[in-house]
């Protein structure tokens, strides 16, 4: 519900119906709610009058307008006859933050995801977040966004918020909260309402609410313009201005790091302009964050801060999170070679080219972040564990993706041969060698951190390190069911598969983006199983049953799960329901993005006619996933299912999947 401020009338009337259940007096701070009881449990607050609309007329994901308001009232979010902030009809953000008293357990939450959840303890300043945790001056919003990040990975969240959701509705329960906050505070955003919003995007972003995810994006981009505008004339002189500085630094780079993921897409345009960033400095280290020492930090394009007072002030190195944004710029790259590139104008020194880049940056790197064996142990212990990881995923996953469309330019070539791969040496076998290195890196970093997660804690790993372990699993697999690699390390592909699919399984109960990435990897691993045994056709391992996917709620994804499957006869009949817009896609398989991007791209063939895709069993009612073994009995060959997975990777479905679906580049053309 939109918070409305309630009149001595109404509160003369009676309590909201949590108090009413608990015969608890209902004492509201400013007539206005949430009463004390619902602020202190964080609870939805709303009166009798309001519960029939509140159970029945509310979605949660998009809440509807307020309730027209009586006589002496009005309402927040009323876009006419707005006031200030500071109005008494407003409350103030230090009031907003006080009334929303958190117990024990709540403010554990918010530290821990402080403290070792990707953004939040690279972007956010701990010692400032924790004290006014502590304080309960902390703001409303950015508590909200905490906890909806928290939610995921919490069992006692989990259990009280989830229900037959489990951890995607505890978020949600959260998120709705944050989204209603910050849509109040449009007028006047503050920083820690940009900060909310960029976890409320990786909250959508992770549900494949892929439109919504998009939308928020643009927001936050636009609220940070403002709030650098209207920052710029305030507080010149603070003691704590480079803490401030640098935090509304950190926070454009973490939408900076959300648009290069957001925008993998032909369709999708940037909401961060080079102009937004191209004067601002990268993040400076840790340590000077933390303790507030002022100090210089060179831009991403490699040329000192205009803040810099003389030529011969010393600068120091890029902080932990600036390498992150340096290795996304190089991820981002790759993406976009891969996304205009065709099989025409594919060039392999535009591929050396993006190597070197990745090249460059690793070798940027100082020496504590080398990617050297037992390091990663060494920043688990000293608490930078999951930093250290992401970083050296995004090199990881960039330089398979490069080395990988090299292969795919090769096999797809009129004329290949798989017997004269094996049976000649050339160059390409270094190739393999580069992936497999990497794929091998990605499992053992993920391996390393499940190592030394806490016996009852629940492993959350980032989207971006889920996806670069089903980019390095998937990659392994093809290249082995294809027959490009040695036969020694059959055993070694079989094992990195293997440990992919554990932690996409883990990770497809957390987020719902991964649940098709986990199923996709279930076929190739099948298959992979088989081995050299053509007679024998492989079926899909069931999904687990706890995995949730509630596409029923998700109006921006495609239903369809993404198993492979094989028409009962050539002669059968398949016509796509409701899919007009979508091109024919070849029968016999669905997509890596459980068949949600349908656009022809710049690197697609066009697909004989005549054959459309058939459709996959539908979600069950009860909100479960939808197991993987096929309706039809007839399963895929090692050599049928590489054709499916190159022809996918040639339409871009992995990156469509890696966004969550929405807007396509044909759908953006059109417009």
Request: aromatic letters at 6%; glycine letters at 8%.
């Amino acid at each position: 519900m939109a918070s409305v401020v309630r009149g001595t009338s109404l509160r003369a009337g009676g309590a909201c119906v949590r108090c009413r259940k608990g015969k608890t007096k209902c004492v509201y701070e400013n007539g206005r709610a949430p009463c004390r009881n619902c602020a202190k449990g964080m609870h939805e607050c709303y009166l009798p009058s309001e519960s029939l609309a509140h159970h029945h007329g509310q979605s949660p994901a998009r809440p509807p307008r307020p309730r027209e308001s009586l006589p002496g009232e009005r309402s927040v979010s009323a876009t006419s006859d707005r006031q200030p902030v500071a109005s008494g009809a407003v409350l103030p953000r230090n009031m907003q933050s006080n009334s929303e008293k958190l117990n024990p357990e709540l403010v554990t939450e918010c530290e821990r995801v402080i403290n070792k959840t990707i953004p939040s303890c690279v972007a956010f300043h701990k010692p400032s977040f924790l004290q006014k945790l502590k304080n309960g001056t902390l703001e409303a919003s950015i508590i909200n966004g905490l906890l909806t990040c928290a939610a995921r990975s919490s069992p006692a969240l989990i259990r009280r918020y989830g229900g037959q959701g489990g951890a995607s509705a505890a978020s949600e329960h959260f998120a709705v909260k944050t989204i209603n906050i910050i849509m109040q505070n449009l007028d006047n955003p503050s920083l820690a309402d940009i900060q909310a919003l960029c976890l409320l995007i990786i909250h959508e972003w992770g549900n494949r609410n892929a439109v919504r995810a998009y939308v928020y994006l643009g927001q936050a981009s636009r609220m940070a313009q403002m709030y650098r505008i209207i920052a710029v004339h305030q507080n010149r002189g603070d003691p704590d201005q480079f803490i401030k500085d640098e935090s509304f630094r950190r926070t454009l780079w973490l939408i900076y790091v959300l648009d290069c993921f957001l925008t993998s897409s032909p369709g999708r345009q940037p909401a961060v302009s080079h102009l937004d960033v191209k004067d601002v400095p990268l993040p400076c280290p840790d340590m000077s964050y933390n303790f507030g020492t002022p100090v210089y930090v060179r831009t991403l394009a490699g040329s000192p801060p205009p803040s810099l007072p003389d030529p011969t002030t010393p600068m120091t190195e890029v902080g932990e999170f600036g390498h992150i944004v340096m290795a996304t710029q190089a991820w981002r790259n790759v993406i976009e070679m891969l996304t205009t590139v065709t099989s025409n104008t594919f060039s392999e020194e535009e591929c050396a080219s993006l190597e070197a880049g990745i090249e460059a940056v690793r070798s940027s790197l100082p020496m504590h972040f080398m990617d050297k064996p037992g390091h990663i142990n060494l920043h688990i212990t000293m608490g930078s564990g999951y930093t250290y990881a992401m970083l050296h995923c995004l090199l990881h996953c960039a330089t398979i993706m490069v080395n990988r469309r090299r292969l795919l330019q090769l096999v797809t070539t009129e004329g290949f041969s798989t017997e004269t791969w094996r049976m000649v040496p050339h160059v390409h076998l270094q190739t393999v060698d580069r992936v497999f290195a990497a794929a091998h890196s990605v499992v053992s970093l993920l391996l390393a951190l499940e190592a030394n997660t806490d016996k009852d804690a629940v492993l959350n790993f980032p989207l971006v390190m889920l996806f670069s372990c089903f980019t390095a699993c998937s990659t392994v697999a093809w290249f082995s069911l294809k027959g490009l690699t040695p036969g020694d390390v059959n055993e070694t592909a079989e094992s990195i598969v293997r440990d992919g699919m554990r932690f996409l399984q883990d990770g497809a109960n957390i987020w719902i983006l991964a649940v098709p990435w986990y199923r996709h990897l279930t076929v190739m691993n099948k298959v992979l199983r088989n081995g050299d045994r053509p007679p024998q056709r492989a079926q899909a391992d069931p999904v687990a049953t706890s995995i949730k996917e509630d596409t029923a709620s998700q109006p921006d994804n495609n239903g369809d799960s993404m198993d492979y499957e094989r028409p009962q006869s050539a002669n059968a009949q398949e016509q796509v329901e409701g899919r007009g817009s979508e091109p024919p896609r070849k029968s016999g398989f669905t997509t890596i993005n459980g068949g949600s991007a349908g656009a022809s791209t710049p690197a697609t063939a066009s697909p004989p006619p005549g054959q459309q895709k058939a459709d996959s069993p539908a979600p069950s009612s009860s909100g479960q996933a939808v197991e993987g073994a096929p309706a039809s009995g007839n399963d895929m060959t090692a050599a049928e299912l590489c054709v499916a997975f190159e022809r996918q990777l040639l339409e871009l479905d992995d990156l469509a999947a890696f966004m969550g679906g929405g807007v396509t580049a044909r759908e953006s053309n059109d417009l």
